[in-house]
């Protein structure tokens, strides 16, 4: 049995900034560190914040007064930023800088009163967040998930209306999407750049790359990861049997019966010892060394806020 790793897998920019400001904020802070909904979505990476000392809460609310809280890579809404600073809470904004991109974009519209469209997943933090950008009464946002949602649509103007999309959707889905949108509505305006983030966009490329040559597939990451479902169902897309793992613990012997090569790839909220332990476990059931496949190299960092600058780079 092979193993063969897609190249570029596993954590992203953005989810790499998110923990170092809650590392940094452990050292320098010496006091409970809040966060707004998970961190990241994994599952790994959450136990071991927890393990530190994190606490993870979904309301404002149910942090005290003057307390440091972080908000998710995932970003929030207006509102839950106003709910903070009205408690007085030190705020320091785990955000991807690539979702506080679409944020603004919102934020702009929102301002000019025209109507936005975003194509995302309903009840999807960062679609929340994104949503609750949008804040003038007179305009309005609206979500969509499908071209079905598409036809289904009507807009108070069609001549002023933009779309935004969240940062980790199917590439070749939300392109069919964006396509009958434009069809239904001509003079809707796309954001400057595309919305769906570089990491999204090359895990994706890199799966299609390694189905080629893969009996099966193995996706590190934990269930609630849209980027990590995201690649399942490119893996299937692309005709190979593709299955999502939290850890090595996930596999099922019987999905290995008669396959000769097993790709791995992760999420973009998925660290690399997760990986690891899938190859250990299948060179343990025969298989031999893994392989990486070429792909292309992402330099991308994203900086962290100049008050946590206490340790630099990432520990992992
Ligand atoms: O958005 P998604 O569910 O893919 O989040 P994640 O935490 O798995 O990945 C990183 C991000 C963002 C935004
Ligand atoms: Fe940012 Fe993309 Fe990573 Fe999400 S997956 S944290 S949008 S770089």
Not at 208 to 230: A, F, H, W
Request: aromatic share 6%; net charge positive; proline share 3%.
């Amino acid at each position: 049995m092979n193993i063969i790793l897609a190249n570029p897998r596993g954590f992203c920019a953005g989810v790499k900034r998110a923990i170092l400001i809650v590392e940094n904020a452990l050292k320098i802070y010496k006091k409970i560190i809040y966060v707004k909904h998970e961190l990241v979505h994994n599952q790994y990476v959450i136990n071991e914040l927890r393990q530190k000392g994190v606490v993870f809460i979904e309301k404002i609310s149910q942090i005290p007064d003057y307390s440091v809280v972080v908000f998710s890579a995932h970003g929030v809404s207006k509102k839950i930023k106003k709910e903070a600073i009205k408690k007085n809470l030190i705020i320091l904004n785990a955000t991807c800088p690539l979702v506080t991109k679409v944020h603004k974009e919102v934020s702009e519209c929102s301002k000019k009163g025209i109507e936005t469209i975003l194509i995302g997943h309903k009840g999807h933090p960062e679609v929340e967040g994104t949503i609750g950008q949008y804040d003038n009464q007179n305009g309005k946002i609206y979500l969509i998930e499908s071209i079905k949602d598409v036809n289904n649509l009507t807009v108070k103007n069609a001549e002023k209306l933009s779309f935004v999309t969240q940062t980790t959707l199917s590439t070749t889905q939300t392109k069919n999407i964006i396509s009958s949108l434009k069809n239904k509505f001509p003079k809707i305006s796309a954001p400057n750049k595309e919305d769906i983030c570089y990491a999204t966009t090359n895990r994706q490329k890199a799966i299609y790359q390694l189905s080629k040559i893969s009996d099966i597939i193995l996706v590190v990451g934990s269930k609630n990861s849209s980027n990590s479902n995201r690649l399942v169902e490119s893996g299937k897309e692309f005709g190979t049997c593709t299955k999502l793992i939290n850890s090595f613990l996930d596999i099922k012997k019987t999905w290995l019966k008669n396959v000769n090569s097993v790709g791995i790839t992760a999420g973009a909220s998925a660290p690399e010892i997760l990986v690891k332990q899938v190859i250990q476990y299948l060179q343990k059931l025969g298989a031999g060394k893994s392989i990486e496949m070429i792909g292309i190299k992402e330099k991308k960092i994203f900086k962290i806020p100049k008050k946590l600058f206490k340790i630099k780079t990432y520990s992992k």
